[in-house]
């Protein structure tokens, strides 16, 4: 059974920081694309960044220069390194792995940013 599992969300003031944490179990990792989404009430759902298995990353154009999306194969963990936060990042964010036509997410972490 494929279990994605964030941490790390919270409340923070704008300017601050947070890292968030994905950790995957039940596959083995390395393969398919991960990336971190986030939604906030009444809205889609939105790419944040991904990291594909070749190493190419792409980040949303709201979020370029504040935040980094990393992998560690060996911990089976992905990361999201948010800086510079601002209110309107106010979201629940969401880990996916995508690995052919299967799609697997996490329950998502509140994240809240206070002006």
């Known amino acids: 059974q494929v279990q994605l599992v964030e941490s790390g969300g919270g409340l923070v003031q704008a300017g601050g920081s947070l890292r968030l944490s994905c950790v995957v179990s039940?596959?083995?990792?390395?393969?398919?694309?991960m990336g971190w989404y986030r939604q906030v009430p009444g809205k889609q759902r939105e790419l944040v960044a991904d990291?594909?298995?070749?190493?190419?990353?792409n980040y949303a154009e709201s979020v370029k220069g504040r935040f980094t999306i990393s992998r560690d194969n060996d911990k089976k963990t992905v990361y999201l390194q948010m800086a510079s936060l601002k209110p309107e990042d106010t979201a629940v964010y969401y880990c996916k792995l995508k690995r052919g036509k299967n799609d697997y997410w996490g329950q998502g972490t509140q994240v809240t940013v206070s002006s």
């Open positions: 039940g596959i083995v990792f390395g393969f398919g694309t």
């Open positions: 990291s594909t298995f070749g190493g190419n990353i």
